[in-house]
């Protein structure tokens, strides 16, 4: 059964289950950070997700991502960095007292460091929000209970010159598919806001561990 993630007491369980790492990993450097918008839609919990943009630079253009983006030499730490790029890609402010603390930090491809910034939003209408069009082709939100089926649940497997490298999660049948450090980001956060209804089976090549 899915926990009430949207209570005070979910939302303080969470932020005494991430304290310890997020005293450690707040003033830590990182290379980017990314916004994990936990919102209401019409009452449902759920993740809100960037499709984005298909003329940005880069292997990641036209994929699903949370908010974020790289950390500036002004930012005060990566919760700020955090929010700034969140603003400045869809629109939407939170502040920083809505943070309930920071997950494990994830490496791209290149080993630079990631950190996923937990926070929960409130009630939200994913089409009222004013995506910048240089950054951002689309905003959604998947609600946890689609995330949670496993019939929405897979795997993918990636190899290098014909040679089996690792495996990542996938999520699908949604408007867009959830794949690579989006989605590895998701299962963590879907197993600290479900661990009864959420058990991932994967480690990951190179994750960092608190």
């Not at 979910?10 to 918008?37: D, H, Y």
């Not at 209401?40 to 499709?51: D, F, K, N």
């Not at 298909?54 to 002004?74: E, I, Q, T, Y």
Request: hydrophobic share 40%; net charge positive.
């Amino acid at each position: 059964m899915l926990p009430d993630c949207l209570s005070a007491e979910g939302e303080q369980r969470c932020r005494r289950l991430l304290g310890k790492a997020t005293a450690r990993l707040r003033a830590r450097p990182a290379a980017a950070a990314v916004l994990v918008p936990l919102c209401s839609v019409r009452g449902v919990p759920a993740l809100l997700y960037t499709l984005r943009s298909s003329l940005l630079a880069g292997r990641h253009k036209g994929d699903v991502s949370f908010p974020g983006g790289k950390c500036d030499p002004a930012d005060r730490d990566v919760v700020h960095t955090a929010l700034r790029e969140t603003q400045e890609e869809v629109g939407l402010a939170v502040p920083e007292d809505h943070v309930w603390g920071i997950l494990q930090p994830v490496f791209d491809q290149e080993k630079n460091t990631v950190v996923p910034v937990l926070a929960g939003v409130g009630p939200l209408d994913p089409q009222s929000l004013k995506p910048n069009p240089k950054e951002v082709d689309e905003v959604f939100a998947l609600p946890l209970t689609h995330l949670l089926q496993v019939q929405n649940q897979g795997y993918t497997n990636f190899r290098q010159r014909g040679n089996f490298r690792y495996t990542m999660p996938v999520f699908l049948h949604g408007p867009h598919r959830v794949w690579g450090l989006t989605a590895v980001i998701t299962e963590f956060t879907l197993q600290l806001l479900a661990p009864g209804a959420y058990k991932p089976s994967l480690e990951y090549p190179g994750m960092s561990r608190r």
